[in-house]
């Protein structure tokens, strides 16, 4: 049971170390620019939905979606969790210093991404054939017309 949360729980680590690197660039150089910590935020979202994207790329490969979609999910929802509730204290802020719309914005910007993000990998194991259905009927074609003819005898 262990060995199945600690891919989930480096994997939601990873994804607040992109939030924690992103609020330490805002901190040092772009503290009084908003614009410049808007796009900043904008580019960690993106960010995170890359590694997403990659993570369900990979695992797409490997075994069915029931399999690694729970995880995935799983790790963003605790990502976010992360990110949210425990990385403004790193910018010396508190969740809801901005306002409620401001956190909600945040969850709304991360679910977003996140889904997009694993879709986009998902669908682009697909389109080349690479995700776990498809190479399963590959092999399973390739078995088919590999065998050789039964003979029937009268």
Do not use: C, H
């Amino acid at each position: 049971m262990r060995q199945r949360w600690v891919p989930i729980a480096v994997l939601a680590a990873a994804l607040f170390a992109i939030n924690v690197v992103a609020r330490v660039v805002i901190r040092i150089g772009f503290a009084d620019n908003d614009s410049a910590q808007n796009t900043v935020s904008i580019i960690m979202f993106a960010v995170i939905g890359v590694v997403l994207a990659v993570v369900a790329f990979i695992r797409a490969q490997r075994v069915p979606p029931s399999s690694w979609l729970p995880e995935l999910a799983a790790s963003a929802i605790g990502g976010m969790l992360l990110t949210i509730l425990i990385g403004p204290f790193i910018s010396g802020d508190t969740p809801f210093a901005a306002g409620a719309g401001n956190f909600f914005s945040q969850i709304w910007l991360y679910g977003g991404f996140a889904i997009v993000g694993t879709l986009l990998g998902y669908w682009v194991a697909t389109m080349l054939g690479r995700d776990y259905r498809s190479r399963s009927l590959q092999a399973f074609a390739r078995a088919k017309t590999t065998k050789p003819r039964r003979v029937v005898r009268r």
